[in-house]
T-cell receptor
Framework: GAGVSQSPSNKVTEKGKDVELRCDPI?????LYWYRQSLGQGLEFLIY????????KSGLPSDRFSAERTGGSVSTLTIQRTQQEDSAVYLC????????????FGSGTRLTVV | DQQVKQNSPSLSVQEGRISILNCDYT??????FLWYKKYPAEGPTFLIS?????DKNEDGRFTVFLNKSAKHLSLHIVPSQPGDSAVYFC?????????FGPGTRLSVLP
């Protein structure tokens, strides 16, 4: 596609439920990143996929968070047993490689845990 | 440990005047910096970058200045326009990803 597509754009869920957030990167982009922005905070790195290499999961805040990338394209971020502190905007970005101005973000998924 | 800091959460400027957004960093190994702009309900978009071999990079109304000895960079927007109202993030490459500052919300008043 022309840009990075994320779905849903908004998600309200009850505390304790699981959620799945989807990211469809730009076709041909080998690198895919998940970030989140909590209220009043900067962008917090979560996880990075590069081609077929093992993902860099160093930013995942707890074992309730996991992500996968199927076929080197679409990625799903899963949050199990959601907590109120998980409420944030979850942003996905993709790039051809680690290149600053080639790093394209999606519009994000606003997650609200009630 | 916040390696990239933007100490002003918000800034208001009159249309036509200069906007100056500041960013400080702690890691002297950073050698490349970027500014991203974010409108509500949209993802951040790349605005301008600077390499540590330069102290200034200009692109139209946007200029970024880098002071390596002070570990400080600033983004100047002149003249400011109402459409520049957004959140501006300073970022630096760190390993395989980027470290972002907390952002500064710029409001340009007509």
């Amino acid at each position: 596609g022309a840009g990075v597509s994320q779905s849903p754009s908004n998600k309200v869920t009850e505390k304790g439920k699981d959620v799945e957030l989807r990211c469809d990167p730009i076709s041909g982009h080998t690198a895919l990143y998940w970030y989140r922005q909590s209220l009043g905070q900067g962008l917090e790195f979560l996880i990075y996929f590069q081609g077929n290499s093992a993902p860099d999961k160093s930013g995942l805040p707890s074992d309730r968070f996991s992500a996968e990338r199927t076929g080197g394209s679409v990625s799903t971020l899963t949050i199990q047993r959601t907590q109120q502190e998980d409420s944030a905007v979850y942003l996905c970005a993709s790039s051809l490689a680690l290149a600053g101005n080639g790093y394209t973000f999606g519009s994000g998924t606003r997650l609200t845990v009630v | 440990d916040q390696q990239v800091k933007q100490n002003s959460p918000s800034l208001s400027v009159q249309e036509g005047r200069i906007s100056i957004l500041n960013c400080d960093y702690t890691n002297s190994m950073f050698d490349y910096f970027l500014w991203y702009k974010k409108y509500p309900a949209e993802g951040p978009t790349f605005l301008i970058s600077i390499s540590s071999i330069k102290d200034k990079n200009e692109d139209g109304r946007f200029t970024v200045f880098l002071n390596k000895s002070a570990k400080h960079l600033s983004l100047h927007i002149v003249p400011s326009q109402p459409g520049d109202s957004a959140v501006y993030f300073c970022a630096a490459p760190y390993g395989q990803n980027f470290v972002f500052g907390p952002g500064t919300r710029l409001s340009v008043l007509p």
